[in-house]
T-cell receptor, first 111, second 116 residues
Framework: GQQLNQSPQSMFIQEGEDVSMNCTSS?????WLWYKQEPGEGPVLLIA?????ELTSNGRLTAQFGITRKDSFLNISASIPSDVGIYFC???????????FGKGTRLSVIA | GAVVSQHPSWVICKSGTSVKIECRSL??????MFWYRQFPKQSLMLMAT?????????EQGVEKDKFLINHASLTLSTLTVTSAHPEDSSFYIC????????????FGDGTRLSIL
């Protein structure tokens, strides 16, 4: 089945640094979603993207839907300790298909 | 915003027991609900997709007789793990969305199932 390549797998950063992670696909997606998951909880939606080239912000988070429709990135600016968690990208090839998930990026923030 | 409620959050039971997990969309009507399974340090693995009033569509390798899914209303889907065994221990997460328009997919808080 379809797969998303998410990188990096893990990151250790200092508080205050900016973070960037991305996902790529071998096929075209028409929806990209970014989620954050903390231990023992379900994923929480951060940003949803529905249009190629779309750039959307949510506080310190910014995500973009790649022009080719085969990639997306998520940036976190001025990281803080509560940013710790696993970030998942997810994409949908068309309106009725289930989401395909990346393998996640585990973010650790050192105070 | 949209909320998906999942219950129970944690279950411990003996091998051979059947366990039912409920997933409710609290402030929207979910035409489609999804059930995922997640092992430690891994991504979410889709088990099945259920549409209200119809049979669930199971992913390859997921036993439909083992994991019974019922989506009886637009706000409730249930997953029953029948005759659970230790290898069924996992984190089960439900998700819901409305199919019309650009609607994101929201997730419940998950159910940690431990079979002794």
């Amino acid at each position: 089945g379809q797969q998303l390549n998410q990188s990096p797998q893990s990151m250790f950063i200092q508080e205050g640094e900016d973070v960037s992670m991305n996902c790529t696909s071998s096929s075209i997606f028409n929806t990209w979603l970014w989620y954050k998951q903390e231990p023992g909880e379900g994923p929480v939606l951060l940003i949803a993207l529905y249009k190629a080239g779309e750039l959307t912000s949510n506080g310190r988070l910014t995500a973009q839907f790649g022009i080719t429709r085969k990639d997306s990135f998520l940036n976190i600016s001025a990281s803080i300790p509560s940013d710790v968690g696993i970030y998942f990208c997810a994409g949908r090839p068309n309106g009725n298909t289930p989401l395909v998930f990346g393998k996640g990026t585990r973010l650790s923030v050192i105070a | 915003g949209a909320v998906v409620s999942q219950h129970p959050s944690w279950v411990i039971c003996k091998s051979g027991t059947s366990v039912k997990i409920e997933c409710r969309s609290l402030d929207f009507q979910a035409t489609t609900m999804f059930w995922y399974r997640q092992f430690p340090k891994q991504s979410l693995m889709l088990m099945a997709t259920s549409n209200e009033g119809s049979k669930a569509t199971y992913e390859q390798g997921v036993e439909k007789d083992k994991f019974l899914i019922n989506h009886a209303s637009l706000t409730l889907s249930t997953l029953t793990v029948t005759s659970a065994h230790p290898e069924d221990s996992s984190f089960y997460i439900c998700s819901a969305r409305v199919l019309t328009g650009h609607q994101p997919q929201h997730f419940g808080d998950g159910t940690r199932l431990s079979i002794l």
